[in-house]
Structure formats: structure tokens, C-alpha cells
């Protein structure tokens, strides 16, 4: 698969469960920290977005969680985007960094709710165009 932007993070003691591994919902965490990134790298501010009243929000997600994380475990966490409709879809995938080894796969979905409604955002479009186009 083609990603279009990765970083790398490390699994802290306080994300792990009674069994010592992450807990399933500190992959989501990971995934908005990664698109939150991303955004940046795009020259974008999710906050400064927001106070121009577009507001990007998650519609709907799917994950697979494939292989535990443990604490001090070093990941990468790797995107590629893809636009249906108004819908902006990332494909977000988390490896444990030792070994390459695939730990997390996601396919999350979000929309634009621009002054409260669904709707476009132009400066989200042109921030992410080079990547529709590939």
C-alpha cells in the first residue's frame, strides 16, 4: 500500500490495560494524532479550521486490531487518503516499528460540517488535491 505521510511515536506505560497491552481505544488516539500531523504537513490547522467554522469530524470507522502493543513498543503510524463523494477517507495502518509487523489497520471516514452543516470545504480540497489526483 502507498502511504502519503508516517510518523513515529512510542507506547507509553499509562495506555496499557490490566493485561499489558495498549488498550483498544488508545489506537484511535494514534490515528487522530497521525491525521492531526498530516494536516499540518498539508498547511493546515485543525484548530484554525475550526474557527473559521469548518469542522472535519468522523462519520464512521472501521478497525482491525491484528497484533498487541506493549509499553515502550516503538510505532509507526502510516496514512493514505482517498475522497468519495464529500467524504474524506483515510486508510491508517500502525506497525510496531522492531519488526514491521502490521498491529492496527483502520478505515476511517470523515465530513465537513461547515458552520454546524454538512457540506464541502474548499481549503480542505485544495490542501489534499495532489493526493487525489495519484
Do not use: W
Not at 24 to 39: G, V
Request: charge should be negative; proline fraction near 1%; glycine fraction near 6%.
Amino acid at each position: 500500500m502507498k502511504y502519503y505521510f508516517e510518523t513515529r511515536m512510542e507506547v507509553r506505560d499509562y495506555e496499557c490495560d490490566i493485561e499489558g497491552i495498549v488498550n483498544n481505544a488508545q489506537y484511535i488516539h494514534y490515528c487522530e494524532h497521525t491525521r492531526h500531523l498530516f494536516l499540518k504537513e498539508c498547511g493546515l490547522s485543525f484548530a484554525e479550521m475550526h474557527r473559521k467554522g469548518v469542522d472535519a469530524v468522523v462519520a464512521r470507522m472501521q478497525l482491525q486490531y491484528k497484533v498487541p502493543l506493549c509499553p515502550d513498543d516503538e510505532i509507526i503510524s502510516r496514512l493514505r487518503l482517498e475522497k468519495e463523494g464529500i467524504k474524506y477517507v483515510f486508510f491508517q495502518d500502525i506497525y510496531r516499528a522492531a519488526d514491521e509487523q502490521l498491529c492496527f489497520r483502520g478505515k476511517i471516514e470523515l465530513v465537513c460540517l461547515v458552520n454546524g452543516r454538512l457540506g464541502r470545504s474548499e481549503d480542505y480540497d485544495r490542501a489534499f488535491e495532489r493526493f487525489f489526483e495519484q
